[in-house]
Structure formats: structure tokens, C-alpha cells
């Protein structure tokens, strides 16, 4: 990950990566060639967006705050019983979203103009019957409820959120799959204009964009696995995915892709961003495993970002498809969970 210079005095908590995650992601970028020879990346991730694109109107147009809107969705007290809700500023400000910029604190600082309405979500590919949803619809077509579930990081990091929205399954079943279909692709937008890591190696990491993601079909249906619409009882923030994203909880963070606009079933494999950039560090099942390291840093305990500061963050052991191996485990009998990593 990318990280600015601070002195001891101004750290955040959006400066809480630890030293080693970065620096092992950002020589991933380097060894692909990814990042410009010669780039400083602390002078990278302390620029604002305005400074890098120059400009006053640039900023002007990007300064107005991101509005949110009320939602008003059940509990599903099934999900989440007796564990630690994150504060909500922690899971505004502390974010992964490149398409956005690749510091924590980007996302946040770089989304605000974002606009998610009018939107269209597609579904394609082999179903008897493709569906485009429009933003009401994601709002209003099927039944929304309010899940807490824990999100594990694969930089070890941890947060427990309360999302609001439906099963991938109900939108699926809407679709009617044919009996070829093996797996499920999904797409965030591309739009270069307002997402300025999609028009600049220099913001964005050198991914190419867009974003795509996937997971085999049995998983896409699992009772688990939602499509977000909001969060602490409002609708996402741009940088939290506006307006859906896909919420896989036994899984590590950047499987939930965000700000989706297609998702095609599809019978063979589908390529995965992550994987793609670097095959031997990020798997296509990305289950949150603590047997299974990183090549360059544990996962066997993870830090949870919780109440406090900086220096109140605590170390917990990492469970076992993130504790939700009870519902999952089943769908990995007989497979090897270290090779198919």
C-alpha cells in the first residue's frame, strides 16, 4: 500500500497500515513494472488529487460533500450477535479503493463529487433472463435488512459493519441461470472522469481498470453473500462502493468489489483483478484462512480497528474463513484450501 511521511505527532487513524503490508504490496507494484521508475511514493500518497491534476475548478467541482440518504431496513438479528460494531467515521475515512487513489485516506477525499444516480447494474451472460436495475431498483425491488458482519482485510486489518442490503441470491434467482453456468464475473465502473486512479497510473496503482472480480456460482448463492446498498442506516458512500457493492464476509476485503455495474455468469473461471497483478500472492478464492500466510506477512492474528485511537487497536486471532466456516465450510469439501489459496 501507498503511505505518506508523517511525524509521530500527526498519526491518524487512517495512517494505520502497518510498515510491512505496504511495503510488501508496494514492491509488488514495482516488480510488475507497475509504478513510474523514479516516483516517490510518499510524495504519491501525501499529493491531493487537486494537486495533481492542478487546476481550482478541478477542485471546485469535486468539493461538494457526497449526500447520503436514510434507509430504513430491519435487523436481521442472525448476523452479528455479540460482536463489536466499528465506530462509522472509522469505516468512512479508512478505506481501500484505488479507483480513488491508493492512500487509507484517499477514497474519501477524492469521492465526493461522485455521482451514482442515474446508475445501471446489468445481468448477463447465460440466464434465461438478463435484468438491467436502475438505482431506484437497487433500492427498492427487493427487501432490504441491515446484516453485521465481520470484514477481514488480507493486509490483516479488521472491521465489523453493519451492511445494509439483499442476498446476490434473490437477484440471481430473478435471472434464472442455465444449468452451464459455473461461475459469476463482476465489474465496477469505469469512468476516468470521476474516478481519477482509472486515468493515472500515478493515483490509481497501475491496476487496469476496471475492476473485475468473481466467485463460483455456489458461493454467489450462498445465503451469506449480499449485495450493499448502505451502511449504518444509510445509503454507501462513495468511498464504501456507492451505490452497491458485493459483500462476501468469509472472504478477504478486496473480493467485495464495489460501485458494481455488470455482473455476467459465465461457465469458465473469470480473471480477477488481484490475481491477474500478482497470481502467487492473491488467490481466486481469497477464503480468509490464518493457516495460510501471505507470502510476506502472517495472517494468523489481524488488527481490529475498533473504539479508540491508534494506540487503543488490538491484535485478535484470525479465524478460520473469518468465522464463518459453520455456514461455508461445506463449500469446500475435499478441496485443497492451500493450494486453491
Known amino acids: 500500500m501507498l503511505i505518506r511521511r508523517t511525524k509521530k505527532s500527526e498519526l491518524k ?29 510518499a510524495a504519491q500518497s501525501q499529493a491531493s488529487i487537486f494537486d495533481i491534476f492542478g487546476g481550482d ?9 457526497f449526500q447520503r440518504s436514510p434507509i430504513v431496513a430491519p435487523k436481521n438479528n442472525a448476523y452479528g450477535a455479540g460482536i463489536e460494531l466499528t465506530p462509522e467515521t472509522k469505516v468512512l475515512n479508512y478505506n ?29 451472460g447465460l440466464v434465461n433472463n438478463p435484468i438491467t436495475l436502475g438505482y431506484d431498483d437497487l433500492l427498492k425491488r427487493f427487501p432490504l435488512e441491515e446484516r453485521l458482519y465481520r470484514m477481514r482485510c488480507v493486509e ?107 455482473i455476467h455468469l459465465l461457465e469458465a473461471q473469470p480473471p480477477t483483478t488481484w490475481n491477474l497483478l500478482a497470481r502467487h500472492e492473491y488467490g481466486f478464492f481469497a477464503n480468509v484462512n490464518p493457516q495460510v500466510d501471505h507470502p510476506r506477512w502472517s495472517q494468523s492474528s489481524e488488527r481490529f480497528i475498533g473504539e479508540g485511537s491508534i494506540f487503543s487497536s488490538r491484535r ?14 461445506s463449500l469446500y469439501s475435499g478441496m485443497d484450501l492451500r493450494a486453491n489459496y
Open 316 to 329: 485478535k486471532p484470525t479465524a478460520m474463513f473469518n468465522g464463518y466456516g459453520e455456514e461455508v465450510a
Open 96 to 124: 481501500n479503493f484505488y479507483e480513488f487513489g491508493t492512500g487509507k485516506g484517499d477514497p474519501v477525499e477524492n469521492s465526493q463529487g461522485f455521482k451514482v444516480d442515474p446508475w445501471k447494474l446489468e445481468v448477463t
Open 156 to 262: 490483516a486489518w479488521s472491521m465489523n459493519i453493519p451492511w445494509i442490503g439483499f442476498s446476490l441470491a434473490a437477484l440471481l434467482k430473478e435471472a434464472d441461470p442455465l444449468g452451464s453456468a459455473k461461475y459469476v464475473a463482476f465489474e465496477t465502473l469505469h469512468d476516468p472522469d470521476q474516478m481519477p486512479g482509472q486515468r493515472s497510473q500515478f493515483v490509481g496503482g497501475g491496476i487496469d481498470y476496471p475492476y473485475v472480480e468473481g466467485l463460483r456460482l455456489d458461493e454467489a448463492m450462498h445465503p451469506l453473500t449480499m449485495l450493499s446498498v448502505g451502511l449504518y442506516g444509510q445509503t454507501l458512500a462513495p468511498q464504501n462502493g456507492a451505490p452497491v457493492r458485493l459483500v462476501v464476509p468469509w472472504k478477504y476485503g478486496f473480493k467485495g468489489i464495489k460501485s458494481v455495474v455488470k
Open 13 to 41: 487513524e487512517s495512517d494505520l497500515t502497518p510498515e510491512s503490508v505496504y511495503k510488501s504490496r508496494r514492491e509488488i507494484l514495482k516488480k510488475l513494472g507497475i509504478v513510474t521508475a523514479g516516483l516517490p511514493f
Open 57 to 65: 475548478d478541478k477542485k471546485s467541482e469535486s468539493s461538494a460533500i
